[in-house]
Nanobody
């Protein structure tokens, strides 16, 4: 199975930026969809932030459109999320996920990393 390790989270002031990374190993090339999801404090559900498919098609949650950008480096098997103009409501644990289809990714289904915390103050 694929292993996913997130990094790049931290504490930032509102309006700031971060670049999250997700290093994939264990055959990530098999999966057609990778994405970023987040779980805010007190919420049970991991909500979709952005996904990217094998052909490069991307989707974004309405709340992050224009501020977040998902990308991937297939040579390094690394997924990125550039987060700009951060808002207090972006505070959450951010998770990287992968599966054969974006439709399959709905925790606990799919393959998930351990998460990286983003705190906006």
């Amino acid at each position: 199975d694929v292993q996913l390790v997130e990094s790049g989270g931290g504490s930032v002031q509102a309006g700031g930026s971060l670049r999250l990374a997700c290093a994939a190993s264990g055959g990530p090339e098999r999966y057609d969809c990778m994405g970023w999801y987040r779980q805010a404090p007190g919420n049970e559900k991991r909500a979709k932030v952005a996904t990217i498919e094998r052909d490069g098609r991307t989707t974004y949650a309405d709340s992050v459109k224009g501020r977040f950008t998902i990308s991937k480096d297939t040579s390094k098997y690394t997924l990125y999320l550039q987060v700009n103009d951060l808002k207090l409501e972006d505070t959450a644990m951010y998770y990287c996920a992968a599966d054969y289809s974006c439709e399959y990714i709905d925790y606990p289904f799919g393959y998930w990393g351990q998460g990286t915390q983003v705190t906006v103050s």
